[in-house]
DNA sequence: CGCGTTTGACCAGCGC
DNA sequence: GCGCTGGTCAAACGCG
């Protein structure tokens, strides 16, 4: 575009800041300038049709998103119910294979996990698909009480794209977590490290990172159990307020989840930042996410989109008005 | 000096 | 019972 030049059209997201009154006058002053800069009135018409078939497409496309969110949820309910159903029936049969424990139950799923962590991995962005089958494996272990803690103590299991000469074990979530042991495992070479989440005292969530065994640039934490308190960046006021589907502590991630009941995955890309995971690198994280879920957030919002084109028409075609 | 990390020791589950 | 393994503990250590 041409115009890109001139116009400053940032929203000045940097404050990452929600929504706001002050956002919209900002935005007016930018649309004031960007129609007294230059704007011949047919550039200005073919702007506006080509920003309503925009619109039209957006809003398309959020149906079309809704729908599928829809569907997908029913889908989701509908394989819960029959993953239930099924388990309860081969808790009868499995009652004989006493030995299916916690530890067996792990070791199964980390291996499992780093298996397919490999297989998935999709241009820096490690896509980690394991939780139909390990919640097939968490729910259909044999050991009733085991099965029931486990439900109750909600495991998430996050995979971070890393650099390879990153030799550290931090997965940079947010929330403050305490080492207290690491080890070498059998399958992998690579120490796994034990965390424990110092931020309450009384908090139970423990996060243990590996690298994974086939590829070293891929770190996997599993946490097991939820927070008791709240994420620690909400409590230092960080603007927006992301749940935990969407922002794992203040890396930009992705979530796919089961329900309240099953392991959820989670991926991260920290490899858009260049370096190592580091305080400054977060931050451009958190900032780039913050920008998008922002961008993301207003483009859906049809009051933001109506301030816009109410802006557009109502100040660039009076490009005379735009001063007192 | 306080706090977090490191690391060897210890414990418990599991297979043989 | 024994050895292997994963998970945890706690003393030692390092750092700010």
Known sequence: MEHSDHVDTSLNLNNA???????????????IDFGRKKCPEKEVDALEDELKKVRAENQRLTEMLTITCDK???????????????????EMMDDGISG???????????????????????????????EISSSDEYLSSPCKKLKEEHIKEKITRVSVQTETSDTSLIVKDGYQWRKYGQKVTRDNPCPRAYFKCSFAPTCPVKKKVQRSAEDQSILVATYEGEHTHPHPSNLEGTSTTPTRSTMLGSVPCSTTSHGSSGPATITLDLTKPTKP?????????L?????????????????????LAAAISGKILQPNNHKD
């Open 287 to 307: 900032h780039q996410f913050l920008v998008d879920q922002m961008a993301s957030s207003l483009t859906q919002n049809p009051s933001f989109r109506a301030a």
């Open 17 to 31: 800041k929600p929504f706001r009154n002050d956002s919209k006058q900002e935005l007016q002053i930018n649309l």
């Open 72 to 90: 997908y949820n029913a889908l989701r309910n509908q394989f819960k119910e029959y993953m239930m159903s099924k388990n309860d029936s081969n």
């Open 100 to 130: 299916s424990k916690k530890r067996k139950y792990d070791s199964e799923n980390n291996t499992s996990n780093n298996k397919k962590v490999d297989g998935h991995f999709l241009g820096g962005v490690v896509k980690n698909s394991d």
């Open 277 to 285: 995971a580091q305080q400054p690198n977060d931050d451009r994280a």
